[in-house]
């Protein structure tokens, strides 16, 4: 973990409302794992926003870092108007990884929302341990889809679903996934996303391990201040930033 000041390459939207912000930077490019993530201070000549804001890291391409973001308030509206060539105050990386070992079988990855950016990089990881990899992703619309040609290029096979039925499966990822694993044997499911979603996972009592990234409102990205903690199995309490994000779906509680 480093404080990095890096300059902003590229910050582009690419879907109602979501962007994409990438940034050079060898450290984390190097000591990034899948399911880590940054914390950001948007404006280091303001007092607003006065605490940084975490981001997950969607994927690394040699020096380059990128990552997602919404845009759903005042923070992300300030870092959307960010240009090319503008510095930007990073600390990072943070947060644990998802698993990545060679499994002897297939592998399945959900995502919903911005819950699918750190999925692009887990799925290339566990491409490069030699996993076979199905992932569904779950979108509002077709203007709110995004990086699907890259989950395209690097997955076995992509599965979509939309609300409207636009493209794939009309209805939830969840759903749809539910309608695939009876024909797979999948050794391990990942999965990322808003709460309703990772809760409708959690309540398939699947028969193998579950992993998720969770997504919370945190502020220090240590562990120090307890803003992101979260109740655990026997009342056990953890932190989302340090403990986390990802963890076994069946030791939290997921509201």
């Not at 690419?14 to 490019?29: G, H, K, Q, R, T």
């Not at 240009?83 to 698993?99: C, M, Q, V």
Request: overall charge negative.
């Amino acid at each position: 973990m480093k404080l990095l000041d890096v300059e902003i390459e590229e910050n582009v939207k690419i879907a109602n409302d979501i962007f994409l912000l990438s940034f050079e930077s060898e450290y984390l490019a190097e000591n990034f794992k899948p399911g880590n993530f940054v914390n950001i201070l948007i404006d280091k000549e303001s007092i607003y926003p006065l605490l940084r804001r975490p981001f997950s890291i969607s994927f690394v391409e040699g020096k380059r870092v990128y990552i997602g973001y919404k845009l759903v308030g005042k923070g992300t509206k300030l870092l959307s108007q960010k240009s090319k060539g503008e510095a930007i105050d990073i600390l990072g990386p943070l947060g644990n990884s998802f698993l990545t070992d060679t499994f002897d079988g297939k592998v399945a990855v959900i995502g919903g929302g911005v819950g699918i950016f750190p999925l692009l990089g887990l799925c290339k990881e566990l491409k490069n341990r030699g996993n076979k990899v199905d992932v569904f992703l779950g979108f509002r619309d077709l203007n709110s889809m995004f990086l699907v040609e890259r989950f395209e290029d690097i997955c076995d096979n992509t599965l979509i679903a939309t609300d409207d039925g636009c493209r794939g499966y009309k209805g939830s990822v969840v759903e749809l996934f539910k309608a695939n694993v009876s024909k797979e044997e999948y050794k391990v499911v990942f999965c990322c996303g808003p709460k309703p979603m990772l809760k409708a996972i959690k309540n398939l009592n699947l028969p193998v391990k579950c992993y998720a990234s969770l997504e919370e409102k945190m502020a220090c990205g240590i562990g120090a201040c307890l803003c992101c903690s979260i109740k655990g199995k026997d009342d056990k309490m953890y932190h989302a930033c340090s403990d986390g994000p990802v963890f076994d779906i069946m030791e939290v509680e997921i509201e």
